[in-house]
Structures are given as C-alpha cells and as structure tokens.
C-alpha cells in the first residue's frame, strides 16, 4: 500500500486549452491513467494519474503549463451500494479530510482515488479496518 503521485495541472478555461496539454503528453510517450477536471471562474484543475508523472510534470513545466505533483491514495471499490461509505466511514472516524476524491475504472477493477489531508495515516487507518489501497504499479 502506497501513497500515489498525481498532476495537478493549471488549465485555462478557453478552447484548446486541454488539447494542448493533452497534445505535450502525447509527444513525450505519457499515458493519462485517469483524470479529472473541475473547473473554477476563468481556469481549471486537471487532476491526472500518469504512468510517469516525474516525466509529465517536467515535460509541462519545460512548456511553461503550471503544474505540481500531490499525493493521492487510491482505494480499490466494488461497483455496490455501501463501498464508498466504507471508505468515508474511516476516514471519519480517523479524523481525516477529504479534500476531493474522482474515480477510476482500470484492470484490477474499479477504484476511487482520494485527496485527503494525511495520506499515511489514512494509508494505516484503512489498513486496520481491513480497507486495501492499490499501488501506482496495480494501475
């Protein structure tokens, strides 16, 4: 179980904003895992799971595209009533915050990815409640 690197890149609210960000990853070989893009008054937030997100952030920085790496954890789901809550339960209980969370359908099965203010404590606290989390290698 670890703590996943996530893009957290600028996006101007206009058209081809997000095609010129795609169109850098293209270029350098950097596959999008997941993502997700909430929007704010004039400019955006792509949030982006990479398969080397070291490499993307450089080659965006290198394209003056702001961009930073954040921790997320990514918790593995099934697709039923009450997984969520399982996970929002916990992390309750152990006083952590989710700042924001997005999903995923990948090849090990559906999961969520978390924003939470202490991923290793978080990491823990699912651990002892029998909770896995999926490692960048498992996306």
């Known amino acids: 179980m670890s703590v996943i690197t996530q893009l957290s890149i600028f996006v101007n609210n206009e058209p081809g904003s997000f095609a010129g960000i795609t169109a850098a990853l293209k270029e350098c070989g950097i596959n999008l895992k997941a993502f997700n893009i909430a929007e704010s008054s004039g400019f955006g937030v792509l949030r982006a799971i990479a398969d080397n997100p070291n490499e993307a952030c450089e080659t965006l920085k290198k394209r003056n595209i702001v961009v930073k790496l954040?921790?997320?954890?990514?918790?593995?789901?099934?697709?039923?009533p009450g997984e969520i809550y399982k996970v929002a339960k916990v992390f309750g209980e152990s006083n952590i915050n989710i700042e924001y969370a997005y999903a995923y359908a990948g090849p090990k099965g559906p999961a969520v990815f978390f924003?939470?203010?202490?991923?290793?404590?978080?990491?823990?606290?699912l651990k002892a409640a029998g909770l896995e989390t999926l490692d960048a290698a498992d996306l």
């Open 70 to 80: 954040t921790d997320v954890i990514a918790v593995p789901m099934e697709d039923k």
């Open 115 to 125: 924003r939470v203010d202490n991923p290793e404590i978080a990491i823990e606290a």
